[in-house]
């Protein structure tokens, strides 16, 4: 990627914060990190979940913090971490984790409206994530984003399914905007994907994803950038990790 790309979707991202990455992985990597994703199901960890009803005709599964288990993760947050940094403006880039999102083909269970950053156990502006689909993904299956709502304010987070306030307590947040019963009063950005492509958004950056007609697999890669730091939470964040957890320098030769 050419440095006059990168200029520009730092400057699109600091506006929207999202932006589409057009054929950032190539076919030998995005192969051994198709790979990992089938060995990941196969084996999935202490971690993993479903996201989605018994009566659901397909299934979303998800796991995190995978990537000890299955190098190509980490190969894969190495060889995007460069954009990431252009994108932050940030001198440094940490690996938080990998996230796994599989919606088998007929699922129907949505991913709400929310942004990241409420769940997680990290202070700082310096947080973004990467959305790199191994399948293609159709618009009306892709993750969408309301631009410039990465500005603030926090929102409430809560639970996919049952919609509960676990992490901060009712009223001390201000609630998310039902952006689906309204959706032509937001500016909601949104891509259709091939593999290789990718999404990189901000940790307060509103966003969802509709169900999924054909097999949607994803990896999602998040980092951190020069002023992220943990915060002790007083609840089980999501994904927890452990207090000596390691967060691998991603721009280390």
Not at 70 to 85: I, S
């Amino acid at each position: 990627m050419i440095d006059d790309d990168l200029t520009q979707l730092a400057t699109d991202f600091a506006r929207d914060g999202a932006v589409c990455v057009r054929g950032l992985v190539g076919p030998a990597l995005l192969q051994r990190v198709t790979e990992a994703v089938e060995a990941n199901l196969a084996r999935p960890s202490d971690l993993a979940q479903t996201a989605s009803a018994g009566d659901d005709p397909g299934r979303f599964v998800e796991d995190f913090c995978n990537w000890q288990r299955f190098p190509a993760y980490l190969e894969l947050a190495r060889a995007t971490a460069t954009t990431a940094q252009a994108l932050m403006g940030s001198q440094s880039v940490r690996l938080y984790h990998d996230h796994l999102l599989v919606k088998e083909a007929g699922t129907r269970q949505p991913t709400p409206w929310h942004q990241d950053q409420p769940y997680y156990d990290v202070d700082g502006r310096d947080v973004i994530s990467m959305w790199l689909p191994v399948d293609a993904v159709p618009r009306a299956s892709t993750l969408e984003f309301v631009a410039g709502t990465h500005l603030g304010p926090w929102l409430m987070p809560r639970t996919f399914m049952q919609s509960e306030a676990k992490w901060f307590p009712e009223g001390s947040l201000t609630e998310a905007p039902d952006v689906q019963a309204n959706r032509s009063a937001f500016p909601i950005l949104g891509w259709e994907l091939q593999p290789g492509d990718a999404v990189f958004f901000h940790a307060l950056t509103l966003h969802a994803a509709q169900g999924a007609t054909g097999r949607r697999r994803v990896v999602s890669i998040r980092y951190l950038g020069d002023d992220a730091h943990r915060v002790e939470r007083p609840w089980r964040c999501s994904p927890p990790m452990p207090a000596d957890a390691t967060f691998p320098d991603l721009l280390a030769k």
